[in-house]
């Protein structure tokens, strides 16, 4: 996999623009608490280009089945490097519309390059590799979060927030320089004569009888809501646990140990399921990313806190590639840039609802009753599930074999 020109092309332009992402963000952050007084509003204004990718989601899932995923990550490129532009108007005039525009841009870029670059993988990587290619995909991610932060927290001390979205363009740039050298071997669909305008239900109309039949994709959606509760409430249980130790610096140690702890974690992944995933493992990693959420009531120790995100990241870490290829492997290839869209979507819907609840819930019952809610709330799910799936293989054993005469 090393080898692959195409592959080490990607991963290297993923890696360059997702620390100018992230740099971004904390931009982002950095303006709105200069302009907007309202959480609330900060809140909406962060949010908006994730919906604008809710409604988009199902369109966009056709063309990348149907068209070229390369051209699409170009057009993608060119509709990020276009959208700095308006976050330069943004600064120069401390106008929020500006920055308003820049989200939506930023969002519907982002709501078709995410599923075609998943759906890219599999077509530069062949299928005994996947696993870790996906493994290398999330440690890129995890890194580039780790170096985005710390590059932007440390550009906002000495530069202008003009300066910081001038190094994310830069790093937007490189990818899309990159693209164009990427040699993707693909047949692009044909669009029927008798195709139907694209929709949520529709979409999800035709691709429900596919995932039906495909048991560990279901399963795997199903085991991936424990860590989205954990997820969901990063960011303000970071903050939750710096102000209960009355220690700031316990952020950065936080987000650094469970970024160390997703790379162990894809490595494991790596040595331990290289072979075709076992349900009753992921089961497994499930239950101990519920034990990670309950344990922290304890996080008023810092061992605890650091422990407990530790433990969340090796899980995570194991958890994603794993179910990542299996979607890739048992969801027919033509299905899977209308699969990823919409998973993209529920996906940030569900990250949307869940982040709400995690601030409603810290500001009414408080973080200990949260933490053990969440955590026992991912355990009854994994149980109900792991029950589900123990039923089915009985059933199975039980089927009368036909009588030989």
Avoid at 277 to 304: D, E, G
Wanted: one cysteine or more.
């Amino acid at each position: 996999m090393w080898k692959n020109r195409n592959f080490l092309l990607l991963m290297f332009g993923v890696a360059v623009s997702s620390t100018g992402l992230w740099v971004g963000i904390i931009g982002n952050l950095e303006f709105l608490q200069k302009n907007v007084e309202s959480s609330f509003l900060q809140a909406l204004l962060l949010l908006s280009g994730f919906l604008v990718g809710v409604f988009l989601a199902p369109m966009a899932g056709r063309i990348i089945d149907r068209g070229d995923k390369k051209k699409i990550l170009i057009y993608a490129g060119l509709a990020r490097c276009f959208a700095i532009v308006f976050m330069y108007l943004a600064i120069a005039n401390d106008n929020v519309w500006w920055m308003l525009i820049y989200t939506f841009i930023i969002g519907i870029a982002g709501t078709f390059s995410n599923p075609a670059m998943q759906t890219l993988i599999p077509l530069i990587v062949k299928k005994e590799n996947l696993l870790q290619a996906n493994g290398v995909y999330m440690n890129i991610f995890t890194g580039a979060r780790i170096a985005g932060t710390a590059l932007g927290g440390a550009m906002l001390v000495g530069m202008s927030l003009t300066a910081m979205y001038t190094v994310t363009l830069v790093s937007y740039i490189i990818l899309l320089f990159l693209t164009f050298y990427i040699a993707v071997e693909q047949k692009p669909r044909e669009k029927s004569a008798d195709s139907k305008k694209e929709s949520f239900f529709s979409t999800l109309k035709e691709l429900y009888p596919i995932v039906k039949n495909q048991s560990k994709v279901v399963y795997g959606i199903f085991l991936l809501i424990p860590p989205y509760l954990f997820l969901s409430g990063f960011n303000l249980m970071v903050i939750e646990i710096s102000q209960i130790q009355h220690n700031p610096g316990i952020k950065g140690i936080l987000y650094t140990t469970e970024g160390l702890c997703v790379f162990l974690g894809t490595f494991l992944a790596r040595r331990f399921f290289r072979e075709r995933p076992r349900l009753p493992y992921l089961f497994a990693i499930t239950f101990l990313i519920a034990t990670a959420h309950t344990s922290l009531f304890l996080a008023n120790h810092p061992v605890m806190s650091v422990v407990s995100f530790g433990l969340f990241g090796l899980s995570a870490g194991m958890l994603f590639p794993v179910t990542t290829t299996i979607f890739q492997t048992d969801i027919p290839s033509d299905y899977h840039g209308r699969f990823f869209s919409i998973k993209g979507m529920t996906d940030n819907i569900i990250f949307q609802i869940l982040m709400l609840l995690t601030g409603l819930f810290l500001d009414t019952i408080g973080f200990k009753k949260m933490v053990i809610g969440f955590g026992i709330s991912s355990f009854v799910i994994a149980s109900i599930i792991l029950l589900q799936y123990r039923s089915k293989m009985n059933q199975n054993k039980r089927k009368p074999v036909a009588m030989v005469k």
